[in-house]
């Protein structure tokens, strides 16, 4: 849903007339010389670094203060966990999920997440700096006065998201499927939504001059304000 929609068009046509660079972002910064692979039922110390962790089953887990430094997570569970102060820093995670996890005031910097599933992840107070989500159903999303900075979400399920009292500054959207996302009490700094399925996005027409959109996504906005195109 669009609110307070009037100048809508006005400022679509000055977006498209201004390219924008596009966003770049730092992987994590993890050794070429492989890493020692570790194998664990669960959180028996507060920090891990430079290893490879594969197939914890960690389910309902909490843990406050974990931090997982230079490491690759494959094919973790952590649906349900409760992870208080959770700090990833050049963190791969591959084939994970985490669905209906609550991690308040999480800081994720340099993290890649690859098909995972994270379906009403809760994030609360928390930072994600150059961070990429690809090819991840991620819907139900809540995340509650975060700050995003350098964040891409590419190919990844958003439906239902809520971005609630969140501040985000250079994310895109690429490809995703935000049908029914709120952004209206986000604060938008420099967002890329191009190719991504936008119907029945809440936004708010104060909103749409950070936003980059391609000319489909045009017309979808159009119809939304219940214009007829012939």
Known sequence: ???????????????????????????????????????????????????ALEGAKLVDSSFSGLRFDSCVLHRFELNRSRLPNLKLLDVRIEKSSAANGEWPKASLRRVEILGSRLTGLTIAEGELADVSF???????????????????????VLTEADFMESNLESVAFIGCDLRKAGLTHAKLTNVDLRGSKIDGLEIKAAQFSELTIDPPQAVTIVQMLGAKIV
């Open 1 to 51: 849903m669009i609110q307070d929609a009037a100048p809508l068009l006005h400022q679509f046509e000055m977006k498209r007339a201004s390219a924008r660079s596009e966003l770049k972002i730092d992987s994590p910064d993890l050794p070429r010389s492989g890493l020692e692979t570790l194998a664990i039922e669960q959180f028996e110390r507060d920090a891990y670094e430079l290893l």
């Open 134 to 156: 690809n090819d991840c159903r991620i819907d139900y999303l809540r995340l509650a006065n975060s700050k995003l900075r350098n964040v891409r979400f590419e190919g990844c």
